[in-house]
């Protein structure tokens, strides 16, 4: 079962459509059991630990701050690595087996343990277009211009020896 940090970094409301998982505040406080039908709110500056307890599916929604000045604040990461907690949303690699979402720092680190992750960037999934190769065809051997024949001249004779 998937296990993981978190760090809430702006309000979060979580439905859960199905499955369940035990969410442990690491702040000391009592272990929250979550599951199909539960609507929670995650507060901005909550920490805690994920474990995973059967497969879930889910809908949630960010919410950030409003800036003083009444402009919306800029969108925080909703995506952080499961290895160091940094938010990753811009580009992050997608390891199936365990689900787990890798910041490129801790990729490079460990390539060998996260092989067959999938490269995204905004949380989708990124092919990288492979270089163009272009094949020149193979030009004939141009052949030697000969100057043009001079208009009623005889052509010239070959000499024997």
């Given at each position: 079962k998937k296990s993981f940090?978190?760090?809430?970094?702006?309000?979060e409301r979580v439905l859960v459509?199905?499955?369940?998982?035990?969410?442990?505040?690491?702040?000391?406080?009592?272990?929250?059991?979550?599951?199909a039908g539960d609507?929670?709110?995650?507060?901005?500056?909550?920490?805690?630990?994920?474990?995973?307890?059967k497969r879930m599916k889910k809908h949630?929604?960010?919410?950030?701050?409003?800036?003083?000045?009444?402009d919306e604040a800029e969108?925080?990461?909703?995506i952080t690595c499961d290895v160091c907690s940094v938010g990753c949303v811009e580009e992050s690699y997608f390891v199936?087996?365990?689900?787990?979402?890798?910041?490129?720092?801790?990729?490079?680190?460990?390539?060998?343990?996260?092989?067959?992750?999938e490269h995204q960037k905004g949380g989708?999934?990124?092919?990288?277009?492979p270089a163009k190769v272009v094949k020149k065809k193979k030009q004939p051997p141009k052949k030697k211009k000969q100057p043009p024949k001079k208009k009623n001249q005889p052509p010239k004779k070959k000499q024997k020896k």
């Open positions: 940090p978190y760090n809430y970094t702006a309000e459509l199905s499955g369940s998982a035990t969410v442990t505040p690491t702040d000391g406080s009592d272990p929250l059991t979550i599951g609507a929670v709110t995650f507060h901005k500056g909550f920490k805690c630990k994920w474990k995973i307890t949630y929604a960010v919410f950030s701050d409003v800036a003083e000045d009444g969108d925080l990461p909703a199936k087996e365990g689900e787990l979402d890798i910041c490129p720092k801790c990729y490079e680190k460990d390539k060998d343990e996260y092989s067959g992750a989708e999934a990124w092919v990288e277009e």
